[in-house]
């Protein structure tokens, strides 16, 4: 007799203190109580070491998907990047001397892209010092840093306050580099085909097209006074250094999915989402490895994750269907699937739109509804 069995991941849920402050203890939510009442549960650590992070850091959906489609303790990136910088073996790193190379020779600059926030699941502010104490190293004179602002995984108005102690350092200890220009993760890390965005911010980075300030502080400010947050804040420019011909770029964000579409815009020959500004002789290296089909010089490859859950079941000859909505669907596919990006025999993928003509933090169930409808 056919029996189908369903693993159901609702993402971002979780136990914690039982008191006002915690929205899931508050809330009513019946199936929910009865099965924990009437059948075997537990609870899992979704953080730390137990998911292959530093002690004390906070999980999130990408390193939650890896580890329960793994089966096992996947260290994630953000562990074994901060780990080669503390035993030293950043400095070496052949990705890192090669694009010093490719700058010295062509006595160009040094263009460091991506996330700058106080959370640490696409980036770490560290790796960006690490950078540039290899910049240090290496003599490099001509640094200039593009940076995304955060407002999902950071305090939604933290930049001000975060991107003053940056300058501060910068100043202090590596006055060769510079914060050149701003953008919002909404435009810069957009992984859901508005490439109207991704082309917002390509312009930006190659063309120095948006809003002039005179420092960050009033670049941020400014629309801090449009009550924008972090996450949406438009182009700004501080200093007009666009990426040129003969330059070279680190992408120091180090999960994959949310910087793809930025990526290709730079990397791929044939590349036709919009019209673009091809830039010649470019070196672009990433921290990680976005895709295995785009054309990058990574820092850090992917570990080896053999016979995910996916895999196992797959071998067994057994059938089974992955649905999500488009937000959520590289976690249930690449990542679920232990990184690998194609699916396996027998495994089929069901994509439910998402609806962006609202706000998340207001609709919460997102697309849980009409996914259900297709289960």
Excluded: C
């Excluded at 203890?25 to 992070?53: H, R, Y």
């Excluded at 400095?91 to 062509?106: D, F, G, P, R, Y």
């Excluded at 312009?203 to 449009?226: N, P, V």
């Excluded at 194609?342 to 009409?370: C, G, I, K, W």
């Amino acid at each position: 007799m056919y029996k189908p069995i369903v693993l159901v991941i609702l993402d971002g849920y979780g136990r914690g203190p039982e008191n006002a402050a915690n929205a899931i203890f508050k809330a009513k939510k019946p199936n929910i109580d009865f099965i924990e009442k009437n059948f075997p549960m537990t609870n899992l650590q979704a953080s730390g070491i137990a998911v292959g992070l530093p002690w004390g850091e906070e999980g999130n959906s990408e390193v939650g998907h890896l580890n329960l489609g793994s089966g096992r303790i996947v260290y994630q990136y953000l562990t074994r990047i901060t780990f080669a910088i503390r035993d030293g073996s950043f400095l070496q790193n052949q990705e890192l001397l090669l694009t010093a190379q490719h700058v010295k020779k062509n006595n160009s600059a040094l263009h460091i892209i991506g996330l700058l926030g106080q959370g640490n699941v696409h980036s770490y502010i560290d790796h960006l010092y690490a950078i540039l104490d290899f910049a240090k190293n290496e003599k490099l004179e001509k640094v200039f840093i593009h940076a995304f602002t955060d407002g999902r995984d950071s305090p939604p108005q933290g930049s001000l306050n975060f991107y003053g102690k940056i300058k501060n350092k910068l100043d202090r200890d590596y006055p060769f580099a510079k914060i050149v220009d701003l953008i919002g993760r909404y435009w810069a890390m957009d992984r859901d085909n508005n490439w109207d965005r991704t082309e917002k911010t390509y312009r930006l980075l190659t063309e120095s097209r948006g809003e002039t300030a005179g420092s960050i502080e009033s670049a941020i400010k400014s629309d801090y006074d449009k009550n924008l947050t972090d996450e949406f804040i438009e182009p700004k420019i501080i200093e007009s250094e666009p990426i040129k011909d003969n330059d070279a770029v680190i992408f120091i964000n180090f999960r994959e999915d949310s910087v793809r579409q930025l990526t290709e815009s730079f990397v791929l020959e044939n590349f036709d989402k919009f019209k673009r500004k091809q830039i010649s002789n470019l070196y672009f290296s990433t921290m990680t490895r976005y895709d295995k089909d785009l054309p990058l010089h990574v820092l850090f490859e992917p570990l080896n994750i053999d016979s995910p859950l996916v895999k196992i079941i797959s071998d067994a000859g057994k059938f089974q269907m992955h649905v999500a909505e488009t937000e959520k669907y590289a976690h249930i596919t690449y990542f679920f699937n232990g990184g690998i990006e194609a699916s396996f025999p027998n495994e089929d993928r069901l994509l439910v739109p998402t609806q962006h003509d609202y706000n998340f933090a207001e609709n919460p169930a997102m697309s849980a509804p009409e996914i259900t409808k297709k289960v």
